[in-house]
Protein backbone atom coordinates (compact mmCIF):
# COMPACT_ATOMS: atom_id res chain seq x y z
CA UNK A 1 0.00 0.00 0.00
CA UNK A 2 1.27 3.89 -0.92
CA UNK A 3 0.16 6.92 1.05
CA UNK A 4 0.78 10.26 -0.31
CA UNK A 5 1.05 12.70 2.05
CA UNK A 6 1.29 16.45 1.45
CA UNK A 7 1.98 17.92 4.90
CA UNK A 8 2.83 16.47 8.73
CA UNK A 9 -1.46 16.47 9.39
CA UNK A 10 -1.74 14.09 6.56
CA UNK A 11 1.25 11.84 7.73
CA UNK A 12 -0.45 11.97 11.23
CA UNK A 13 -3.93 11.00 10.17
CA UNK A 14 -2.56 7.92 8.27
CA UNK A 15 -0.65 7.37 11.31
CA UNK A 16 -3.73 7.51 13.41
CA UNK A 17 -5.64 5.22 10.86
CA UNK A 18 -2.86 2.67 11.63
CA UNK A 19 -2.93 2.93 15.44
CA UNK A 20 -6.72 2.69 16.02
CA UNK A 21 -6.25 -1.63 13.39
CA UNK A 22 -3.37 -1.88 15.74
CA UNK A 23 -3.54 -5.57 17.32
CA UNK A 24 -1.47 -6.94 19.80
CA UNK A 25 1.58 -8.65 19.05
CA UNK A 26 1.89 -6.83 16.25
CA UNK A 27 5.21 -5.16 15.53
CA UNK A 28 5.59 -2.05 12.98
CA UNK A 29 9.38 -1.52 11.52
CA UNK A 30 9.68 2.32 10.58
CA UNK A 31 12.44 3.65 8.22
CA UNK A 32 13.39 6.36 6.09
CA UNK A 33 16.15 9.48 6.18
CA UNK A 34 16.49 11.90 8.73
CA UNK A 35 13.57 14.26 8.78
CA UNK A 36 11.23 12.63 7.18
CA UNK A 37 8.51 12.82 9.51
CA UNK A 38 9.00 9.25 11.41
CA UNK A 39 8.11 10.84 14.73
CA UNK A 40 5.30 12.70 13.17
CA UNK A 41 4.04 9.34 12.43
CA UNK A 42 5.02 7.91 15.53
CA UNK A 43 2.42 10.27 17.28
CA UNK A 44 0.03 10.11 15.04
CA UNK A 45 0.11 5.61 15.62
CA UNK A 46 0.58 6.26 19.40
CA UNK A 47 -2.84 8.60 19.62
CA UNK A 48 -4.46 5.99 17.07
CA UNK A 49 -3.76 3.61 19.81
CA UNK A 50 -5.40 6.13 22.99
CA UNK A 51 -2.10 7.56 23.52
CA UNK A 52 -2.48 10.92 25.28
CA UNK A 53 0.74 11.66 27.27
CA UNK A 54 3.46 13.74 24.49
CA UNK A 55 5.22 11.27 22.50
CA UNK A 56 8.68 11.86 21.96
CA UNK A 57 11.64 9.93 20.05
CA UNK A 58 13.60 7.95 22.13
CA UNK A 59 17.01 8.35 20.73
CA UNK A 60 19.51 8.30 23.63
CA UNK A 61 17.22 5.69 25.86
CA UNK A 62 16.07 3.55 22.67
CA UNK A 63 12.50 2.37 24.16
CA UNK A 64 9.76 5.09 25.57
CA UNK A 65 7.15 2.67 27.10
CA UNK A 66 3.52 3.84 26.75
CA UNK A 67 0.67 1.98 28.76
CA UNK A 68 -2.46 3.92 29.23
CA UNK A 69 -4.32 3.16 25.47
CA UNK A 70 -6.14 0.04 24.61
CA UNK A 71 -2.77 -1.26 24.07
CA UNK A 72 0.70 -1.21 25.66
CA UNK A 73 2.49 0.51 23.39
CA UNK A 74 6.48 -0.07 22.93
CA UNK A 75 8.00 2.95 20.65
CA UNK A 76 11.60 2.11 19.57
CA UNK A 77 14.45 4.50 18.10
CA UNK A 78 17.51 2.50 17.46
CA UNK A 79 19.47 4.91 15.41
CA UNK A 80 22.58 5.21 18.05
CA UNK A 81 22.42 1.29 18.41
CA UNK A 82 26.28 0.70 18.07
CA UNK A 83 26.01 -3.19 17.80
CA UNK A 84 22.78 -5.55 17.94
CA UNK A 85 23.55 -6.96 21.09
CA UNK A 86 22.50 -3.62 22.59
CA UNK A 87 18.92 -5.32 21.86
CA UNK A 88 19.41 -8.52 24.01
CA UNK A 89 20.49 -5.97 26.82
CA UNK A 90 17.55 -4.33 26.53
CA UNK A 91 15.57 -7.69 26.51
CA UNK A 92 13.53 -6.77 23.34
CA UNK A 93 12.11 -10.39 23.06
CA UNK A 94 9.95 -9.61 25.82
CA UNK A 95 8.77 -6.29 23.90
CA UNK A 96 8.76 -7.72 20.57
CA UNK A 97 6.80 -10.94 21.65
CA UNK A 98 4.53 -9.46 24.27
CA UNK A 99 1.02 -8.60 23.96
CA UNK A 100 1.53 -4.91 23.36
CA UNK A 101 2.64 -3.00 19.72
CA UNK A 102 6.07 -2.17 18.99
CA UNK A 103 6.60 0.31 16.42
CA UNK A 104 11.13 0.49 15.47
CA UNK A 105 12.44 3.74 14.43
CA UNK A 106 15.38 3.28 12.24
CA UNK A 107 14.70 -0.78 12.44
CA UNK A 108 16.88 -1.69 9.39
CA UNK A 109 20.24 -1.28 11.40
CA UNK A 110 18.71 -4.65 13.18
CA UNK A 111 16.60 -6.26 10.62
CA UNK A 112 18.58 -9.75 11.86
CA UNK A 113 16.77 -10.19 14.94
CA UNK A 114 13.85 -9.11 13.95
CA UNK A 115 10.52 -11.73 12.81
CA UNK A 116 9.67 -11.84 9.05
CA UNK A 117 6.12 -11.11 9.90
CA UNK A 118 6.41 -7.30 11.00
CA UNK A 119 5.18 -4.70 8.97
CA UNK A 120 7.28 -2.45 7.35
CA UNK A 121 6.68 1.36 6.62
CA UNK A 122 8.83 3.47 4.62
CA UNK A 123 8.62 7.23 4.40
CA UNK A 124 10.50 9.29 1.97
CA UNK A 125 10.53 12.70 0.39
CA UNK A 126 10.29 13.54 -3.41
CA UNK A 127 11.48 17.06 -3.37
CA UNK A 128 9.74 17.19 -7.12
CA UNK A 129 6.71 16.72 -5.46
CA UNK A 130 7.33 20.00 -2.99
CA UNK A 131 8.90 20.25 0.39
CA UNK A 132 6.23 18.58 2.35
CA UNK A 133 5.29 15.75 -0.11
CA UNK A 134 5.70 12.03 1.62
CA UNK A 135 5.46 8.82 0.03
CA UNK A 136 4.76 6.20 2.82
CA UNK A 137 4.98 2.22 1.87
CA UNK A 138 3.58 0.03 3.97
CA UNK A 139 4.04 -3.68 3.14
Do not use: N
Not at 14 to 30: D, S, T, V
Not at 50 to 55: A, L, S
Amino acid sequence: MIEESHGEQETFAFAKKMGLRAQPGEIYLLDGDLGVGKTVFTKGFAEGLGIREPVTSPTFTLIQEYEEGRLPFYHFDVYRIADVEEMFDLGYEEYLFGEGVCLIEWASRISEILPEYCTHIWIEKDLGQGFDYRKITVG
